[in-house]
T-cell receptor, first 115, second 113 residues
Framework: GAGVSQSPSNKVTEKGKDVELRCDPI?????LYWYRQSLGQGLEFLIY????????KSGLPSDRFSAERTGGSVSTLTIQRTQQEDSAVYLC?????????????FGPGTRLTVL | QKEVEQNSGPLSVPEGAIASLNCTYS??????FFWYRQYSGKSPELIMS????GDKEDGRFTAQLNKASQYVSLLIRDSQPSDSATYLC?????????????FGQGTILTVHP
């Protein structure tokens, strides 16, 4: 079946602009996660959704970052007033069931470049 | 001390050999453990999950967990050049952070013909 999909695959923006990144999880997966990966920082957790609610937002680096999920499916990560340090690959993952026992399956990522 | 530590490598093994990848972690209450493979320019791919002490085998892969020693490993038997990638160890510590996976920095594996 279809895996996790993300769009756009690449995004180049100017400092100070807002960006929206989209994630479509695997059909039937109730849990959805956002991570980012940058050189020297490894994979960094951002936020976890169970259904439409986000019980763990502990990884969001600042209040410029927000995310929502609607219909228990698609999620959007929004970064306001982008900064150069926001440049990274943003990865979405989903899992069937809760995060403790279910492996997370990653999408291809969105490469964000802030000029 | 980092939460999840891996030797960055590179680890180089000949084709057909056993590759052994190791990971230690600091949080004793960590509950679930995962190994991911990441090819250059691609996203992580789930290989194995392990939750209880002992060995778990899946094809050429064996994951080993020792919670007393806070150690998890991945063995790749009959290594192939196509196994050349970065291998990421990840764990879920449960508790208030039960939603997230914490990743190590990864070990680069090179399998040479």
């Amino acid at each position: 079946g279809a895996g996790v999909s993300q769009s756009p695959s690449n995004k180049v923006t100017e400092k100070g602009k807002d960006v929206e990144l989209r994630c479509d999880p695997i059909s039937g997966h109730t849990a959805l996660y956002w991570y980012r990966q940058s050189l020297g920082q490894g994979l960094e957790f951002l936020i976890y959704f169970q259904g439409n609610s986000a019980p763990d937002k502990s990884g969001l680096p600042s209040d410029r970052f927000s995310a929502e999920r609607t219909g228990g499916s698609v999620s959007t990560l929004t970064i306001q007033r982008t900064q150069q340090e926001d440049s990274a690959v943003y990865l979405c993952a989903s899992s069937l069931g809760g995060p403790l026992l279910a492996g997370q399956f990653f999408g291809p990522g969105t490469r964000l470049t802030v000029l | 001390q980092k939460e999840v530590e891996q030797n960055s490598g590179p680890l180089s093994v000949p084709e057909g050999a056993i590759a052994s990848l190791n990971c230690t972690y600091s949080d004793r209450v960590s509950q679930s453990f995962f190994w991911y493979r990441q090819y250059s320019g691609k996203s992580p791919e789930l290989i194995m999950s392990i939750y209880s002490n002992g060995d778990k085998e899946d094809g050429r892969f064996t994951a080993q967990l020792n919670k007393a020693s806070q150690y998890v490993s991945l063995l790749i038997r009959d290594s192939q050049p196509s196994d050349s990638a970065t291998y990421l160890c990840a764990l879920n510590a449960g508790g208030t952070s039960y939603g997230k996976l914490t990743f190590g920095q990864g070990t680069i594996l090179t399998v040479h013909p």
